[in-house]
């Protein structure tokens, strides 16, 4: 007897044996991804690491195991304990990949990212093929489509981890939100939505403790095609840009979805939940029945944006995914640990526990997230969302000791089963109990992040002058359109809640209004609407377009109140009203900058450790004839001085972008490429062409080719044309075109100095356009950086002879190039020359003068060694930093 009782809990234990070595990556990866969750705010690539610690780290080894154990249960097929070491080696060989691909992700190193990917992908790709020959060795069973559903899942991952890898890289926005699409469709409905679906034709049942309904083994088999197919047209949609083609496939997959999920909710009526597995996976294909119908309403109603896509992240992940593991490892643990009836129902007690509260925090709690909150009452909820997860690993171990507890009480028995001796599952009334605790922590934290920030309701709220509602609404519809709201004012009845319908009429830029008092529409790209809720109005207000220099250039809205005392004027408490109380009205347009970048420049600092100064040296013109060159316009943080970093605007990644080199007659094929989140366009004035097609200022995700031929000599500015064209220049948005002038004598070296202005507001913020308009810059530097040529000097050697290209990108403000210590025998500006050498009158030039977008070049040579330091004439911008070195040795 007391053999066999051995025998019989031998088995169990092997398997769970098996089971235990190969969840241990799931378990260490959910510790790390809740030390993680807490220390986000001080590790660098928090977000990436959040959601794919989970998905890589969680749930892709869950899939691992738990396929392998659904395929062998469902086709009756147990591997022998030999085939173990193998599967345990594959789930390794995934881990190892993570592991390379979060290292090349935190290290900037793209190759180390690729062969994670590739690690990665052929990890899962293995297991697919592994569960194929599985498949095709049983028999025939009944159950055969979930195994199928696993094939297909694991068969999507390496693509979706080639998009991921290709989206590491580094894309304009365009194509990154295109990939972004295929990637989130590729794994997270393809892999883990296919595999959880699958696993659920089965699985849902069992956890409700009631039978399948009829047919709904063939149901999951329709199923499969539908969502399939979906995956296939948005994925296609997606790389090919196609938001409306990437919305039919979404509408596919929603429909196979909901053609299993009808026999899901036949499950449910007929046995509803009543423990936590039960609750945490409904609640999960919730989650995912309101994501899918949320992406397809988000493709439908505009263009592929990654900051829109991003916005699901946490309904998809969050609402479903995490939902439907931490359910299903609920229910699985405890039968899987095994020990006898009485222990896997010791042990899903365990895991049951507090299972309405648990299941309320966190549903409701990531509804409020999702909704636009203060940001303190989301810090606050996401918290206790994120505890209401992480009480699943110390359940998980109290389920561990209740099991282990179990397996011995019923080994002391003789291996006889143990009578059942736990309570009974919580009445309904306790389900709902603990549903409205959970609602209630929620809405304490809430409003304990309102009380902490109480200005954040400003934006729901009228304003602070007293005023009676009148219970109606006025309605207005506004478009924006080059540079003006139409119309650019409303008569609002004192006490009249407005409502303001915007929409972006104009063709090729991004618009937005922002109110005094708050509210906001958010970035409208073309074709875009918006509804704005202005509250209950009772006092003028006034507002206007965020978009960097849009406001200067008129895009202005007025609010005014009728039907009272005070309409048309504006109080002392009205205008105090029309600013937030954290006083961040003007931070939000950033036309008003305060200055603080301005206020801690210091010219003498070096530039910062990561800085690469700019290369002036100039290399001889190509001999081809036609030169082709990609203009991207990104918009990234550029230091432009010691210490100071602006919010810049670039062609291909720099202030000043890369500088074209020819001859005259010489064919220039330019593309411009719209990376950014506004508008923008490219004149050349290089070329003498009509500027109605190739200027044009295109939007967000599109390009242009400008083609222009060189008929003339000289230096000439190109930059972007876009209105207002100053905050587009001195964002950065200019560069040089040099074309020699015939029989130009050679020179033993060449420089190129382009000199522009900056105007600061907020540090990493954008240009301030009221400084720009008084001309009052903050800086005034050389090739996009003030003094980087104090500490990285030009060198040239005593006796060479020196060409020294200049141009003023301005916007507004030219130069007087001088050189101290040095003269110039030689100058050239705009297309002709103003000295020569060896003149008759042996005369010399001291300084070259430039008006804002005029240029030329001046030579000279160093007698003797020595650091010869070159200005801006007028010291005012000299001290700007328009200065550097030219360091001339022996």
């Not at 809720?533 to 895009?555: F, L, P, Y």
């Not at 990609?630 to 100071?644: D, W």
């Not at 031929?709 to 876009?722: D, F, K, N, P, V």
């Not at 587009?728 to 050679?746: E, N, T």
């Amino acid at each position: 007897m007391t053999t066999k009782a051995a025998g019989q809990t031998l088995r169990p234990a092997r398997r769970s044996s098996w089971h235990r070595k190969a969840s241990l990556p799931v378990t260490v990866w959910f510790v790390l991804l809740v030390v993680l969750a807490f220390a986000h705010p001080f590790v660098p690539e928090s977000r990436w690491l959040l959601v794919h610690m989970f998905t890589l780290g969680m749930v892709t080894n869950s899939i691992l195991v738990w396929s392998q154990h659904f395929t062998e249960a469902l086709l009756k097929n147990r591997l022998p304990d030999t085939a173990r070491a193998m599967q345990l080696w594959r789930i390794r060989t995934l881990n190892a990949g993570i592991v390379v691909t979060i290292a090349g992700i935190l290290s900037g190193i793209w190759l180390l990212t690729l062969i994670g990917a590739v690690v990665v992908g052929g990890s899962v790709a293995w297991h697919a093929v592994h569960l194929m020959l599985q498949l095709r060795r049983a028999l025939p069973s009944r159950f055969a489509t979930t195994v199928k559903f696993y094939i297909a899942a694991a068969l999507l991952l390496p693509a979706g981890a080639a998009f991921g890898a290709a989206l590491a890289y580094g894309l304009n926005d365009a194509a990154h939100a295109r990939l972004l699409l295929a990637h989130q469709v590729t794994n997270l409905l393809g892999f883990v939505g296919l595999t959880v679906i699958g696993t659920l034709i089965t699985l849902w049942p069992t956890i409700l403790h009631t039978r399948m309904p009829a047919g709904m083994d063939l149901a999951g088999w329709r199923s499969l095609v539908a969502m399939g197919a979906g995956l296939a047209v948005s994925v296609l949609g997606a790389l090919a840009g196609l938001a409306p083609a990437a919305a039919i496939g979404v509408l596919l997959y929603l429909a196979g979805v909901a053609y299993i999920g009808v026999y899901f909710i036949r499950c449910a009526l007929a046995k509803r939940p009543d423990d936590f597995p039960g609750f945490s996976v409904g609640a999960g294909l919730l989650w995912l029945g309101g994501s899918l119908i949320a992406l397809f309403a988000m493709l439908v109603s505009g263009p592929l944006d990654p900051h829109r896509l991003e916005e699901l992240t946490a309904p998809f992940a969050a609402g479903f995914v995490a939902q439907v593991l931490l359910g299903v490892m609920g229910y699985l643990m405890p039968a899987v640990m095994g020990g006898g009836p009485a222990a896997v129902k010791a042990a899903g007690a365990q895991m049951s526990k507090f299972a309405m509260l648990r299941i309320a925090v966190v549903n409701f709690g990531l509804l409020l997230c999702v909704l636009p909150v203060p940001s303190w009452v989301r810090v606050i909820v996401s918290v206790l969302v994120l505890l209401a997860f992480a009480s699943f690993l110390p359940l998980m171990f109290r389920a561990v000791k209740a099991s282990v507890a179990g397996r011995k009480a019923l080994a002391a028995n003789g291996g006889k089963p143990l009578p059942l001796q736990v309570g009974a599952a919580p009445r309904p009334k306790n389900h709902l109990a603990w549903g409205a605790a959970g609602v209630i922590l929620v809405l304490l934290g809430a409003a304990g992040g309102v009380a902490l920030d109480p200005a954040a309701l400003s934006g729901s709220t009228a304003p602070a002058s007293a005023v009676e509602p009148t219970g109606e609404t006025t309605t207005v519809r506004v478009s924006a359109n080059n540079m003006r709201f139409s119309p650019a004012s409303v008569d609002v009845p004192e006490g009249n809640r407005l409502v303001i319908e915007l929409t972006n009429e104009d063709p090729t830029t991004v618009h937005d209004l922002r109110l005094a008092t708050g509210q906001e529409s958010g970035r409208l790209y073309p074709g875009e609407s918006a509804t704005l809720d202005a509250g209950i109005i009772g006092t003028d207000t006034e507002g206007w377009c965020t978009v960097v220099g849009h406001r200067s250039q008129g895009m202005v809205f007025q609010i005014k109140v009728t039907g009272s005392a005070e309409a048309g004027s504006a109080a002392d408490a009205g205008i105090a009203a029309q600013v937030p109380a954290d006083g961040h009205a003007n931070h939000m347009n950033n036309d008003d900058g305060t200055g603080v970048a301005a206020d801690v420049l210091d010219f003498h600092a070096p530039p910062g450790q990561d800085f690469e100064p700019r290369a002036a040296e100039l290399a001889p013109a190509a001999p081809r004839s036609t030169h082709q060159l990609t203009l991207n316009v990104e918009e990234l943080a550029q230091e432009v001085a010691p210490g100071i970093v602006q919010q810049a605007w670039t062609f291909n990644g720099r202030v000043m972008g890369p500088t074209l080199r020819g001859k005259v007659g010489d064919r220039f094929e330019i593309t411009l490429v719209n990376n950014g989140t506004m508008g923008h366009s490219v004149d050349f004035h290089a070329g003498a062409v009509s500027p109605d097609e190739p200027m044009r200022t295109i939007p967000p995700g599109e390009s242009l080719v400008y083609e222009f031929t060189a008929e003339r000599s000289g230096i000439w500015l190109y930059h972007c044309g876009t209105m207002p064209m100053s905050a587009h220049i001195a964002s950065g948005l200019f560069g040089a075109v040099i074309i020699d002038p015939a029989d130009l004598p050679a020179v033993d070296k060449e420089f190129l100095l382009v000199q522009s202005e900056a105007y600061l507001g907020e540090q990493a913020g954008p240009v301030n356009v009221d400084k720009i308009a008084a001309d009052d810059p903050d800086i005034v530097m050389f090739n996009g950086h003030a003094t980087q040529y104090m500490h990285h000097p030009l060198k040239v050697k005593a006796g060479e002879r020196l060409r020294i290209w200049l141009l003023a990108a301005g916007p507004s403000r030219g130069t007087s190039f001088h050189v101290v210590g040095g003269q110039f025998d030689t100058v050239f500006k705009e297309g002709a020359y103003l000295l020569e050498p060896d003149n008759a009158e042996r005369g010399g030039a001291q300084a070259l003068d430039l008006a804002a977008a005029q240029g030329g070049f001046v030579e000279l040579g160093f007698a003797e060694a020595g650091r010869y330091t070159f200005v801006n004439h007028a010291f005012v911008d000299a001290e700007r930093g328009a200065t550097g070195v030219i360091e001339v040795a022996d």
